[in-house]
């Protein structure tokens, strides 16, 4: 499924996400759920600084898997694998292993590559036979 | 045997008391972040660090 399909699912299949946004290998936006395309750049750009700053804490920000943060407002996570990167923010006391669970299945779902049709190589075999 | 049961169940409601009245009225606040090697850091609550990646979360949370 595309970014888009995957985060509906994910905002059907976890009450506690509020908001989610899905970036690429060069950090440019995917798909997000807001419907305002200023509050997904902003999104955007906090988890990338939230990424960045995490990767000062160790090294670099290239390493940094996961990160994040519960506070009396909610909480923050973002994730990072395969080169993409999801992030999304919850209410407050979120279930932190199961949203990261639901946002690793959501970005592990998203697939990019259209798949073959298996009829074009049928028909293709069939044309090769005659 | 009667007298076990007692101490257990004084334990049990001293143990939901005390998660109840006490740790359920504390800010739960906490931040982590895991690397792609493996190690994990877990930010103490009000060190530098914690306030910077409060401060980044904070402007996507609703206040």
């Known amino acids: 499924m595309n970014a888009d399909q995957a985060l509906a699912e994910l905002r059907e299949l976890s009450s506690q996400v509020a908001r989610a946004v899905v970036l690429g290998e060069d950090g440019g936006i995917v798909a997000g759920t807001d419907a305002d395309a200023t509050a997904t750049q902003h999104l955007a750009e906090a988890a ?7 990767g000062e804490l160790h090294g670099t920000s290239g390493d940094v898997s996961r990160a994040e943060v519960e506070i009396s407002e909610g909480g923050f996570f973002v994730l990072r694998e395969g080169g993409r990167t999801i992030a999304a923010t919850t209410g407050p006391g979120p279930t932190a292993g199961l949203v990261v669970y639901d946002l690793r299945t ?6 990019d590559k259209p798949k073959r049709r298996r009829t074009t190589r049928k028909k293709a075999d069939e044309e090769a036979s005659e | 045997m009667t007298r076990l049961l007692r101490l ?20 739960h606040e906490r931040a982590s972040v895991a690397y792609a090697d493996g190690s994990e850091l877990v930010l103490e609550p009000g060190s530098p660090e914690f306030v910077r990646l409060a401060s980044i979360a904070r ?3 609703p206040s």
Not at chain 1, 106 to 111: E, N, P, Q, V
């Open chain 1, 48 to 54: 990338q600084a939230l990424v960045a700053a995490a």
């Open chain 1, 106 to 111: 959501c970005l592990g779902s998203i697939d």
């Open chain 2, 8 to 27: 257990a169940l004084a334990a049990g409601l001293a143990i939901w008391a005390w998660r109840f009245f006490v740790r359920g009225r504390e800010p």
């Open chain 2, 59 to 61: 402007t996507v949370l």
